[in-house]
C-alpha cells in the first residue's frame, strides 16, 4: 500500500499573467478609441496608449507583488485591506473592486 502527499491547491501566480491581469483590468472601458484618434491623431493616440498602461500598471504591479511577498494570502486586496484597516474597509474594497470590473 502506498500513502502519497496531497498535492497543495495554492498556486502561485507569476509575473507574466499577473501584468495581463491588472493590465485588462483597468485597460476596458465604456468609450471607444475614436475621440482619442481625433483629438490627438494617430501618433499621439498611439504614444498615450503606450505611456498610460507604463506610467499606471508599473507601480501597481510592484505594489501587488510587494504586498504579497509581505502576506501572502489569498483573497488580495480584500486580505490585505482587511489586516491594515479593519473589516469594514475591506467590505468596501471588496464592494468597490466588484464594481469596477463589473461596470469596466
Known amino acids: 500500500m502506498t500513502t502519497s502527499t496531497p498535492h497543495s491547491t495554492i ?7 499577473l501584468i495581463a491581469l491588472i ?5 476596458g472601458g465604456p468609450y471607444g478609441l475614436e ?21 499606471w500598471d508599473i507601480p501597481t504591479i510592484f505594489t501587488v507583488l510587494e504586498l504579497n511577498s509581505m502576506m501572502p494570502v489569498t483573497g488580495g486586496y480584500y486580505q490585505w485591506v482587511k489586516k491594515a484597516l479593519g473589516l469594514r ?8 473592486t ?3 470590473t463589473f461596470v469596466d
Open 11 to 17: 498556486k502561485k501566480l507569476r509575473i507574466l499573467p
Open 23 to 27: 493590465f485588462l483590468t483597468v485597460s
Open 35 to 55: 475621440p482619442l484618434l481625433g483629438y490627438a491623431g494617430k501618433n499621439g493616440a498611439l504614444l498615450l496608449l503606450i505611456i498610460t498602461p507604463i506610467l
Open 89 to 96: 474597509w475591506a467590505l468596501y474594497e471588496g464592494w468597490w
Open 98 to 100: 466588484w464594481l469596477y
